[in-house]
């Protein structure tokens, strides 16, 4: 009997599955994603998104300059130094570039003019608030590179500083001297070079970028300095050299954390230019998924932008470095490169750049057009990309 | 087609069943303590279609994201290897071994897919207890294409859960079930680069997500001389162990499914008992987020069962 009844209620489910049609077109095919993501948005730290920065006596409180989210095209840092032959890898033409000279003010309208021929969105200035260097001289001289378009500052904090010790790094960030004078070259940058040319300043919700190449390299806490900076100052601290493993120790997380976005300057110096730019891809994937649970901690959202290498060869720098040359060895590789970056933007990189060395010429990396000589030219088994054949690379890619 | 199928089968059913209750007089219910003969079948499909997870979300790189007001499933013929299936019941336990290699038919870009599954639940008293494992590897080639070159696609899932619940019956006779289980599940999903000249090339990941999973599940099922029927409502919710925290970049952290399955068997020769065909029709109310993990049957899958007692 009991059988007879599990039969019946089975047939009489049955039926129903069997009229589901109609139960279809009653619920939606997927009701749970709007509620749910309507309550993850509670979890955005609104003040980090909306740029809400604090007030400041004094102090500008948003730049109104380029957000950075509009800008298309790849990231060309530009340079304010001397091209000294015997010293690099990289020979510019003489159009852009004269041997043992800075760029003329025509050599940089022809840099900025080639830059955007080839794509680029906006430039990278190399500089230092050290004015014993007489970089900040420079760029004021030629406006900025007013040829070029929008622009940011790299703040160069490791060479040719008035921190302790003055070049190379580690910097103690503990040491009061240090934060004073940290505190004073971003008072002079955003008084002397951003606030003078916010029209044409890159920023991420009204906060101006400044881009540390190394900020891996500032050790101590620097973490709270970065956040007291940034409530006098309207700032959008980029960093460098910290994606290639998982931050170990309060004062490497904490300065992840202060930092608001993450560019690589450099892929580095192996001698397989391949297994590099494969190491870098994978690197990128872990450090989004590092970044994706700070932003679950935290609210924050960091920017994370791609960075693209030619190629390095430092091997021509006194005294010698010992890093071994690394050259693609076909077209191919390089378009791999880029291809693989290209796939990125938007899951693992936002879409935004990427950065690249344009006229670092010592380090082998510049893109800039350069003399096709004998040391220079492409050989079986190694792709130099002498004249504009790496510019050509990345107009096929980011020349949106 | 569908709906025509449908009526035929409960055409069968019904008429089955009534056929059954007039000829025979069916023994007592028996008390579920009571020992039942073996059964071991072996499942054929012979039916092609499976869903599977819409080109465009591969492209996008928005499986792990589950269902989504994206378009989410796809029906595709698969072929080669058949997937089996392997039953063993007694009266207080179950095991059932599934899996095989498959490849898509007429369909371009070509799929390769391996999966398998394994299952087994036993019951003391009116005490059940199970587990559950599975994995999956699909592979498609040449999928996306980013300006140059084209890349291959790779997912691999693998997951388990154990449940404890009630059941009133025998598994190889009739029986009522319900169960509540917990689990894990991990995917990961990668490409790899077609680059000419270039070999060795890695792979790389676009995704990694780890759900834990409740799943709750009532079963019935009832046998008489010529045929089988069943039915199961299935319920799962899929929590991300690393959170979203943000729902377009990453996807919901809350995901469901809930289906509906009734399987029908049929032995059509009373003199050769051996053979027996079998239909399995599934209705699911809240998408089908399992295409995150692997392949699932069409909405309809036929069986070509081979039963011995």
């Known amino acids: 009997m009991s059988k007879r009844i599990i039969a019946c209620c089975i047939v009489v489910v049955f039926l129903v599955v069997s009229g589901c049609d109609s139960i279809s077109r009653i619920y939606p095919t997927s009701p749970s994603s709007t509620n749910s993501m309507g309550s993850e948005n509670k979890t955005v730290n609104t003040q ?4 809400n920065i604090l007030i400041n006596s004094g102090i500008t409180q948003t730049i109104n300059g380029v957000e950075l989210s509009t800008i298309r095209g790849w990231l060309a840092n530009i340079y304010p ?13 003489s159009r852009l570039w004269t041997s043992l000279q800075k760029p003329s003010l025509s050599q940089m309208t022809e840099q900025c003019k080639q830059i955007k021929e080839f794509g680029s969105g906006a430039v990278v200035l190399e500089y230092s608030p050290n004015l014993n260097l007489d970089w900040h001289n420079y760029w004021s001289s030629n406006g900025f590179a007013n040829g070029c378009g929008p622009f940011f500052l790299l703040y160069e904090h490791i060479y040719g500083t008035r921190f302790v010790p003055s070049d190379g790094g580690p910097k103690d960030m503990n040491n009061p001297h240090n934060r004073q004078i940290f505190k004073d070259d971003i008072d002079f940058m955003f ?6 040319n916010q029209s ?32 006098e100052y ?22 992840t954390k202060a930092l608001d976005g993450f560019m690589e300057y450099t892929l580095g110096g192996r001698s397989d230019y391949l297994r590099t730019v494969q190491d870098y891809n994978g690197a990128s994937f872990y450090w989004r998924n590092y970044l994706r649970k700070l932003e ?52 693992v990189y936002d879409f935004t750049g990427p950065f690249v060395v344009y006229g670092e010429l010592p380090e082998g990396a510049a893109v800039v057009e350069s003399q096709c000589l004998p040391t220079t030219i492409d050989t079986p088994g190694r792709f130099v990309g002498c004249g504009t054949a790496r510019l050509q690379i990345l107009k096929e890619y980011f020349g949106w | 087609m569908m709906k025509t199928l449908c009526l035929a089968i409960i055409f069968c059913i019904c008429g089955t ?20 003969g073996s059964v071991l079948s072996l499942d054929i499909p012979i039916y092609p279609l499976w869903d599977t997870v819409q080109e465009d979300r591969i492209k996008n790189r928005t499986i792990q994201f589950g269902v989504s007001t994206m378009p989410w499933k796809d029906t595709i013929k698969f072929g080669g290897w058949p997937i089996p299936r392997i039953i063993f019941a007694v009266s207080n336990f179950k095991a059932t071994v599934e899996g095989g290699i498959m490849k898509t038919l007429e369909v371009e870009p070509s799929r390769t897919m391996k999966q398998g599954h394994v299952v087994l639940e036993g019951s003391v008293w009116y005490v059940l207890v199970g587990i559950d494992g599975f994995f999956g590897q699909e592979q498609i080639q040449r999928v996306i294409k980013i300006v140059n070159f084209e890349t291959d696609f790779r997912r691999f899932s693998y997951g388990w859960q154990y449940w404890l619940g009630v059941k009133v019956g025998d598994f190889n006779r009739s029986f009522v079930a319900g169960r509540y289980g917990r689990g894990h599940v991990q995917t990961e999903g990668s490409i790899k680069f077609n680059v000419p000249n270039i070999d060795d090339l890695d792979w790389f990941s676009l995704y990694f997500e780890e ?21 199961r409502l299935d319920q799962i919710e899929y929590e991300r162990v690393i959170l979203s925290p943000d729902p377009l970049r990453f996807g919901e952290n809350h995901l469901e499914d809930r289906w509906l399955r009734t399987e029908t068997e049929i032995t059509p020769f009373s003199r050769f008992r051996v053979l027996r065909g079998v239909v399995i029709l599934t209705k699911d109310f809240r998408g089908k987020n399992r295409l995150m993990f692997v392949n699932d049957y069409s909405s309809v899958r036929v069986l070509l069962r081979l039963s011995f007692n």
């Open chain 1, 81 to 93: 130094w001397e091209y000294d032959p015997k010293q690099s890898t990289v020979h510019p033409v």
């Open chain 1, 191 to 196: 008084k002397n070079v951003i606030v003078p």
């Open chain 2, 17 to 36: 069943n009534l056929l059954a209750q007039t000829e025979t007089n069916l023994p007592p219910p028996s008390p579920p303590s009571q020992k039942q």
């Open chain 2, 211 to 231: 759900f834990r999973i409740i799943s709750l599940s009532v079963e019935g099922k009832v046998k008489v001389k010529f045929i089988s029927q069943s039915v």
């Open chain 1, 296 to 347: 679950v901690e935290t609210g924050k959202r960091h920017v994370f932008i791609s960075t693209f290498q030619a190629a390095y060869d430092d091997t021509k720098i006194t005294p010698p470095r010992g890093n071994p040359p690394m050259y693609a060895r076909s077209r191919d590789e390089v378009r791999y490169h880029v291809e693989m970056i290209r796939s990125g933007m938007g899951s």
């Open chain 1, 48 to 51: 980090e998104n909306t740029g």
């Open chain 1, 234 to 255: 309207p700032i959008f601290f980029i960093g460098s050299g910290e994606i290639f493993s998982t931050p170990k120790g309060d004062e490497n997380i904490e300065r």
């Open chain 1, 200 to 231: 044409r300043y890159v920023t991420v919700s009204g906060r101006a970028v400044i881009y540390m190449w190394a900020s891996s390299q500032m050790s101590g806490d620097f973490a709270s300095l970065l956040e007291e900076v940034k409530k």
